[in-house]
C-alpha cells in the first residue's frame, strides 16, 4: 500500500467532517464527490446545486451536503462569532454580516463553531484570501506563535537519496522571509508533521547556499546567519529531534557529499525534513520536484492552527485536492 492510500485508509477510519470552500470550482465539485464515494471524509460543499452542475454537469452529489451561505440558515449564527472574534479589530454588525456571507469566512465560521473538522480552500484563491479568515477566526494553537506550512512529497519510485519514498518541504507557501525564529518554529512543527502524516521518522535539514560555513552572506542578504542562528534554536527547542544545518541540498541529501562537507552528523546526507530559508527558494525547490521529479505534492499543509485549516495550490489537481482532505481528517484525529 501507498503512503497515500495508507493516509486515506487512515482518514476513512476516522469518518471526519471537511468542508471545501469552492463549489465555483470543476475540481472541487469532482473531489468532493469522490471523497464521498471513497468514503475518505464527510464533505459540507460550500456552493448550490445549479452552479454545480453547471461547472461539473456530469458529477453525481449524491451524499455531499451543499451548503449556500446566501441561503443558509447558519449565516446569522455566523456572523455573530465573527463579529465576536473581530469586534475588538472595529468591525461592526453590519460588516460581519456581510462577510459571513464570503464563502471561505463561511467555512472557517463553520470549523469555529465546530460544524466540520477540518477546512480546505485555494483552488482558485489566493493562500492570503484563503489563510486570512483562518487567522481571524480559528486563529492559533495554545503556544504555537508561527503558522506556516509544509509539503509532503511523494516520490514516484523509492531513490537512492530519498529511500523512504517521501520527504517534507517547508515553508513554501506562507511565511515569505521567516526570522530565525521563525525557521525554528517551522522546523520543530515541520518535524512533528512528518511523524504524524508522513510516517517518517524526521530527519531534519536546515537549508542554504552554504554548508557548515563555507558561504558568506553577512555583508548583503545576512541569510547565512539566520539559518545558523535558526539551527541553534531549533535545536533548543527539540533537543532530542536529529537537525542539523545550515546545509546545501546536496549535502542534506546525497551520503557521499554530507560525510565530505559535515564529516561526524547525523543529518547529513541522510535528510527527510527539509526547511527552506525562505519562500522563495522553498516554492520554486518543491516546484522542481513536482514537474521535473515527478513527485506528488500533498498541501500547502498548514502548521499551527488551533484546528485544522488547509490551503491548495492553484494548480492543483483533483488528486491534489482528496489527498489534502485526508491529511485534514488525520490532523483532525
Same mark, same amino acid.
Given at each position: ?21 469552492? #463549489? ?7 473531489? @468532493?464527490?469522490?471523497?464521498?464515494? *471513497? ?44 463579529? /465576536? =472574534? ?9 460588516? =460581519? ?9 463561511? #467555512? ?20 492570503? %484570501?484563503?489563510?486570512?479568515? #483562518? ?9 504555537? %506563535? ?10 514516484? *519510485?523509492?531513490? /537512492? ?22 525557521? @525554528?518554529?517551522? =522546523? ?27 558561504? %558568506? ?20 527547542? @527539540? ?6 544545518? *545550515? ?8 551520503? /557521499? ?22 519562500? %522563495? ?37 483533483? *488528486? ?11 490532523? =483532525?484525529?
Amino acid at each position: 500500500m501507498s503512503l497515500l492510500d495508507e493516509i486515506k485508509s487512515k482518514a476513512a477510519a476516522l469518518k471526519k467532517t471537511i468542508v471545501l470552500c469552492e #463549489g465555483e470550482d470543476k475540481r472541487v465539485v469532482e473531489a @468532493a464527490a469522490q471523497i464521498t464515494k *471513497e468514503g475518505i471524509a464527510k464533505i459540507v460543499l460550500i456552493g448550490n446545486e445549479a452552479e454545480c452542475k453547471k461547472v461539473a454537469p456530469h458529477v453525481d452529489l449524491k451524499g455531499v451536503t451543499l451548503i449556500d451561505p446566501l441561503t443558509s440558515d447558519k449565516t446569522e449564527k455566523y456572523a455573530s462569532l465573527l463579529y /465576536e =472574534a473581530r469586534k475588538a479589530k472595529g468591525m461592526t454588525e453590519e460588516q =460581519a454580516k456581510e462577510q459571513a456571507k464570503d464563502r471561505t469566512m463561511f #467555512g472557517a465560521l463553520m470549523l469555529k463553531a465546530g460544524d466540520v473538522d477540518g477546512y480546505v480552500s485555494g483552488a482558485c484563491h489566493s493562500t492570503a %484570501n484563503t489563510l486570512r479568515p #483562518g487567522l481571524q477566526v480559528v486563529k492559533t494553537a495554545p503556544g504555537i %506563535n508561527t503558522v506556516s506550512s509544509c509539503f509532503i512529497m511523494i516520490a514516484p *519510485e523509492k531513490h /537512492e537519496y530519498n529511500p523512504d519514498g517521501v520527504a517534507v518541504f517547508a515553508d513554501c507557501a506562507i511565511n515569505i522571509e521567516p526570522t530565525a525564529e521563525q525557521l @525554528a518554529d517551522i =522546523a520543530v512543527t515541520s518535524a512533528k508533521t512528518a511523524k504524524a502524516i508522513a510516517g517518517i521518522e524526521p530527519r531534519v535539514a536546515m537549508l542554504s547556499f552554504s554548508t557548515k560555513g563555507s558561504g %558568506n552572506d553577512d555583508k548583503f542578504t545576512q541569510t547565512v546567519p539566520k539559518v545558523q542562528k535558526a539551527t541553534e534554536l531549533a535545536k533548543l527547542a @527539540a533537543p532530542d529531534l536529529a537537525l542539523d544545518g *545550515e546545509f546545501q541540498f546536496d549535502a542534506a541529501v546525497a551520503p /557521499e557529499v554530507g560525510q565530505l562537507k559535515a564529516p561526524g552528523s547525523k543529518v547529513a546526507g541522510h535528510a527527510n525534513v527539509f526547511v527552506f530559508p525562505n519562500i %522563495n527558494a522553498g516554492n520554486i525547490g518543491y516546484k522542481i520536484a513536482q514537474r521535473f521529479g515527478g513527485y506528488m505534492a500533498i498541501g500547502p499543509v498548514c502548521q499551527g492552527f488551533a484546528k485544522p485549516l488547509n490551503d491548495l495550490s492553484r494548480g492543483c489537481n483533483v *488528486e491534489d485536492i482528496v489527498a489534502t482532505v485526508a491529511v485534514t481528517a488525520l490532523q =483532525a484525529e
